[in-house]
């Protein structure tokens, strides 16, 4: 038999994608919205540790008890950073990719559908056998063919269709609001995230206990333990003072829920710079005061 062949040298093989071509394919893959939405549920996902395990930042004292309790598994925990989650490489990195991909995503939308929204609807088909769906109707009674495309035009008005009335043809489009509602729910999770990274940054947490009849200046020394963004500033905090007048609290003496909170009251005299006029405040759970974008909670009490 006779035969002929050949060296075949890259048939049926994909062209090398190079290094800007492998760039682009990375930045399709990460703008996907499928990218995002599996990066959101990781974020979720992650985010889970820092609900169950007590956070560094918030309670160090559980921390500290933590790891004393369990000297096996507490080492591994604060080596994968499990009790600072929101601040870990790993947390930062899924957070910062979901940045990128929304960015990404919802940027290039917003631009090509503020292009559509000025852009009349295309006109009418001139060859409508070409199409799978259609069907014809003759005229009747003695109404114009001028009658009927208006009557047609105004029906499709009234069901919130953009209407163009052009060369003996009404064409139509809407849906326009359903893709807005996408859009904006996008650029308010984007804006979500935004502001959680500047509260991540400039933002600060701190936590001082107060005896009443004592006061509390807004200051670093006068904070029991303090964290802060990487961005944050010492002079920005602002320069009030507050007094603890009285505090009142109440517990639970009856059968039911024994010897929980049903009272947390705190009077207060606020000073919010040198020189201003004192006021006075009473915080509460859940009723924080607040002094020039300082929000000061009551979180527990002692018996001092």
């Known amino acids: 038999g006779r035969g002929a062949g050949g060296s075949g040298k890259g048939k049926g093989l994909a062209p090398a994608l190079g290094f800007v071509g492998l760039l682009r394919w990375l930045w399709t893959q990460l703008t996907s919205m499928r990218t995002a939405l599996v990066l959101l549920f990781a974020l979720a996902v992650a985010a889970v540790p820092g609900s169950l395990i ?3 930042n918030v309670s160090p004292i559980r921390v500290s008890d933590f790891i004393e309790q369990h000297p096996t598994l507490g080492p591994i925990y604060d080596q994968l950073g499990l009790f600072a989650v929101f601040s870990s ?17 919802v940027v290039p939308g917003v631009a090509v559908y503020a292009g559509a929204w000025g852009t009349p609807p ?12 259609y069907s014809t109707a003759s005229l009747v009674d003695d109404e114009t063919a001028d009658e009927v495309l208006d009557h047609a ?29 996408n859009l904006v729910f996008h650029l308010s999770l984007l804006a979500l995230l935004v502001g959680v990274a500047i509260g991540g940054l400039y933002g600060f947490r701190g936590t001082s206990v ?4 004592q006061g509390f200046a807004n200051n670093i020394t ?6 802060a963004g990487g961005w944050f500033a010492e002079d920005r905090l602002q320069p009030f003072t507050v ?16 010897g929980a909170a049903r009272l947390f009251e705190l009077d207060t005299e606020v000073t919010e710079r040198p ?11 859940n009723h924080p005061l607040r002094v020039d974008g300082t929000t000061v909670h009551l979180i527990g009490h002692g018996y001092a």
């Open 275 to 285: 020189g201003a006029t004192p006021y006075r405040q009473t915080i509460e759970v």
């Open 122 to 133: 295309p006109r009418s088909p001139r060859t409508l056998p070409s199409f799978p769906a």
């Open 54 to 56: 007590p956070q560094r």
């Open 153 to 181: 035009a105004a029906s499709l008005k009234r069901q919130h269709y953009r209407v163009l009335r052009q060369d003996g043809s009404v064409a139509a489009e809407r849906g326009y609001l359903r893709e807005a509602g």
């Open 210 to 213: 107060v005896i009443v009849g």
């Open 89 to 105: 490489a790993w947390f930062s990195a899924i957070y910062l990719l979901l940045f990128v991909s929304l960015v990404g995503c």
């Open 222 to 227: 006068q904070y029991d333990d303090l964290s």
């Open 243 to 258: 007094r603890v007048k009285q505090f009142r609290v109440a517990f639970e003496t009856g059968p039911v829920q024994t």
